[in-house]
């Protein structure tokens, strides 16, 4: 495999690798829609870990603690068939954990929360949002003593604006940022700015976006050199919270090739502004890699939190699928 060592995006990145489907159902299965969802709720089993570290870009496992940490049996209050694409954000020391519940009746996502003390052991609460569309990717943060979530919401043809009218469990629609469909939107504030990576192929998951705007509601602008990457599900699709720490900036990247989530590759940008972009592959990279249990076939997200001490903790997660005979 050829590394990506640095994209200066007045250009596109290719590979020959395409994202193909994790499971390969017999023929007199597969031949519907609805049998592949089936499948797909049944057979692909995601969890949630706990990962610290040195740096960003370096973590491993947590010692002295066994993941996963959270699974689909410790949502009480709907059956779900997997836990997915976990964020954190610590409040009044305590830690919140939301994450993809993927409700098995409706086969639609919902939004789940999990507390604890400590990040290590987690104590599950309750689905605090749900639509009547699929919801996933969490992605919640604070900003001038609110607290907001942006989750993925493609089939509503929008990016939308979570408000916590009471954290952690009451949760508002307060704006439609980006009109369109959109994968695994990732927002941070850089240089008083605020900027926003999203996939605009989201079942392909081969097309990265970039937007900026001077407000969080907006107007969202399109960056120039947007998209900034095309046809490479290697390297596109966002992995979790963008990470900007001493004035450096980190974006993950979910590794779609072979089969989307295989694991996670990082990125430092060494440019950002409204006229110009620049990143390379982080040094070490892929930080996450499958293991041999629970995220034996593949992980695709990462949230890493800098704690007091100066170490990093995160929540990540990781898929293992039982054989199909």
Not at 126 to 132: F, R, S, Y
Not at 251 to 263: E, L, M, N, V
Not at 301 to 312: E, F, R, S, Y
Request: charged letters at 20%; hydrophobic letters at 40%; proline letters at 8%.
């Amino acid at each position: 495999m050829k590394e990506v060592d640095e994209h200066k995006f007045n250009s596109t990145d290719r590979t020959s690798g395409r994202a193909t489907s994790l499971i390969t159902a017999h023929p007199a299965v597969a031949q519907t829609s609805e049998h592949v969802d089936l499948l797909d709720g049944l057979l692909k089993t995601w969890s949630i870990g706990i990962y610290v570290g040195e740096s960003p870009l370096r973590l491993l496992p947590a010692p002295g603690i066994e993941n996963p940490v959270l699974t689909q049996s410790n949502v009480s209050d709907v059956p779900v068939s997997f836990v997915a694409d976990p964020f954190m954000i610590r409040a009044d020391d305590a830690w919140y954990m939301f994450f993809e519940a993927k409700n098995a009746l409706t086969r639609k996502g919902e939004i789940g929360m999990a507390m604890s003390q400590n990040a290590f052991d987690w104590s599950y609460c309750q689905i605090v949002l749900a639509e009547p569309f699929h919801l996933s990717y969490p992605y919640v943060f604070e900003y001038a003593g609110d607290y907001y979530m942006i989750p993925e919401t493609l089939q509503a043809n929008h990016i939308r604006l979570y408000r916590a009218a009471s954290f952690p469990f009451e949760w508002i629609h307060c704006a439609d940022l980006i009109d369109g469909t959109f994968a695994d939107s990732s927002v941070f504030r850089f240089d008083d700015r605020w900027w926003m990576f999203a996939c605009s192929s989201p079942f392909a998951h081969d097309v990265l976006r970039l937007f900026f705007a001077d407000s969080l509601p907006g107007p969202w602008s399109e960056h120039p050199h947007s998209p900034l990457i095309r046809d490479n599900p290697r390297i596109a699709r966002p992995a979790g919270r963008v990470v900007v720490f001493n004035d450096r900036v980190i974006r993950y990247a979910q590794d779609c090739y072979p089969r989307y989530g295989t694991q996670v590759r990082a990125f430092e940008i060494s440019e950002l502004t409204p006229t110009s972009y620049q990143e390379r592959e982080s040094e070490g990279s892929p930080v996450l890699r499958p293991g041999s249990d629970w995220n034996g076939q593949g992980m695709h997200h990462i949230d890493p939190q800098l704690n007091p001490d100066g170490k990093w903790i995160a929540c990540v997660d990781g898929r293992f699928s039982p054989a199909v005979n």
